[in-house]
């Protein structure tokens, strides 16, 4: 399992948990809390795996994977915020040779969408079980026939979503190298420091 990792290279980077000291660096425009949300999110997710790795209960087993995949869903949903970000952005300098507005080089805009287009052919053959799962067994629980709910227990087998587990780091790690995203801090109380892609803020 993959771990997703924002902003490594500039501690501290702040974390719901793990770091909320108030000199830390904070996302300051919507791709970067869209970006930190989808690394916490695989942070959960790479928790719940390993805690499931030590149960040998069937049920344990399933019940702990039923909450991975409501939490994928979650990263699906924060995804598809990001690319509506990057892909505006590429619309909107598709005319430029090299620099596109000052934060994707023309290399960048082909290769996310290759990336992109690689993740889509994946997450469409699966979008439907997550949904499923989520809907007839987990956080939108309804009444549904209990074939339903039977056959969405039956589908949480980590093999059947390991596509989608493989294509998202990929996606990714590309994505939270691009020049996107604004940070800031305030390590004293007299000065803020800020580290701005130019993007506008939220």
Not at 25 to 34: G, H, K, V
Request: aromatic share 10%; glycine share 4%.
């Amino acid at each position: 399992m993959h771990e997703l990792v924002v902003g490594k290279y500039v501690p501290p980077m702040f974390h719901p948990i793990h770091e909320r000291d108030v000199g830390a660096w904070i996302p300051s425009n919507d791709a970067a809390c869209i970006a930190s949300n989808i690394s916490h999110t695989w942070e959960d997710i790479h928790c719940l795996f390993k805690i499931r790795k030590k149960t040998n209960s069937e049920y344990e087993n399933k019940l702990l994977f039923k909450y991975i995949v409501i939490e994928l869903r979650s990263v699906i949903e924060q995804l598809e915020k990001l690319q509506a970000i990057i892909f505006k952005i590429v619309k909107d300098d598709k005319n430029k040779d090299k620099v596109m507005n000052g934060y994707l080089t023309k290399q960048d805009a082909d290769n996310i969408k290759i990336l992109f287009k690689s993740y889509h052919n994946v997450k469409k053959g699966l979008e439907k079980d997550i949904i499923d799962i989520r809907n007839n067994i987990g956080a939108h629980r309804d009444n549904h026939p209990w074939t339903d709910i039977m056959g969405s227990w039956d589908k949480l087998d980590p093999e059947i979503f390991k596509p989608l587990f493989l294509v998202i780091p990929k996606l990714f790690d590309y994505i939270v190298k691009l020049e996107i995203f604004d940070w800031s801090r305030k390590p004293s109380e007299d000065s803020i420091e800020i580290c701005c892609s130019g993007l506008n803020r939220p």
